[in-house]
């Protein structure tokens, strides 16, 4: 069975920092990039980061580029999202998703269930 299971959420106050965990079962993590995606409330989902668990290549939403860091673990076949310098906008329910070899944008072939980050002012 495919899981990928998000965790780290939490709240926080402005300018504070979080480290988001994906782990991925069930599928050859060496053979995907992931993905990861945010969404509040009455908004539409924002790709955030993406990594490749191959080559550790990276991509970054340009609201999040300086702040936030993926990484990989393939040992524990984990992906990483240390959030720093945190704002209130970036509260949202964030999203891991993993895509066969390749970054996209969209067309994620497995997604986890979600964890919340809330940013206080």
């Known amino acids: 069975e495919v899981q990928l299971v998000e965790s780290g959420g939490g709240l926080v106050q402005t300018g504070g920092s979080l480290r988001l965990s994906c782990v991925a079962s069930g599928f050859t993590f060496d053979d995907y990039a992931i993905g990861w995606f945010r969404q509040a409330p009455g908004k539409e989902r924002e790709g955030v980061s993406c990594?490749?668990?191959?080559?550790?290549?990276?991509y970054y939403g340009d609201s999040v580029k300086g702040r936030f860091t993926a990484s990989v673990d393939k040992a524990k076949n984990t992906v990483y999202l240390q959030m720093n310098n945190l704002k209130p906008e970036d509260t949202a329910v964030y999203y891991c998703?993993?895509?066969?070899?390749?970054?996209?944008?969209?067309?994620?072939?497995?997604w986890g269930q979600g964890t919340q980050v809330t940013v206080s002012s």
């Open positions: 998703a993993a895509s066969y070899e390749v970054c996209v944008k969209t067309d994620y072939d497995y």
């Open positions: 990594i490749s668990s191959s080559d550790g290549s990276t």
